[in-house]
Structures are given as structure tokens and as C-alpha cells.
């Protein structure tokens, strides 16, 4: 008999985030991910596909103070959502 894996709860938020950098960070932070992984959107796709802890229910608050990187923000939540779309292993959910 296979044990159910338990589902965990992630919150991660971009609203004190002012570099595109501090968007990455805290996304290795809130989703565990090790040292090495790249801060792109090709980096997070190899993450949310095969690097993290799955099953994982995403809550991310992506409304940030910061014009200059909400659009970068946006593209990280598409990629979060095209994962949870293909991959079935994670659901991403956003909040304001």
C-alpha cells in the first residue's frame, strides 16, 4: 500500500520586493530550493517541475509597491500557473 504524501502549504510574498533579484530570493527561500538554482524563468520552470517538494498548494501576494518589477512578477506567476497547468503537482493560487 503507497502512503499519501501530505500536501504542503506555501506562502510566498512580492510585496516588499524591490529587484528583480529579491523576487528570486524569495521564491528559494519560501520554496526551499537549493543555492545553486538560477534566478530565471527557466531556472523556476526546472524547479517547480522536478526540484521542489510536491505536493504543494501555492499561495504567492505578487502585487508589489515597485512598478519597475510587477511585470517580472507577472511572468513568474504565468510560469508558476503554465507548471501547475501541465505538471498537476502544485496549485498556484494569487491574493492581493
Partial sequence: ???????????????KCRYIGELYLELKKKLELPDWCGENLDALWDALTGIMYTPAEISIKKT?????????????????????????????????
Fill in 1 to 15: 500500500m503507497q502512503e499519501e504524501l501530505s500536501v504542503k502549504k506555501i506562502e510566498v510574498d512580492f510585496s
Fill in 64 to 96: 508589489t509597491a515597485w512598478k519597475e518589477i510587477q511585470e517580472h512578477a507577472n511572468s513568474i506567476v504565468d510560469t508558476m500557473h503554465e507548471a501547475e497547468t501541465l505538471y498537476h503537482e502544485i496549485s498556484v493560487t494569487v491574493v492581493d
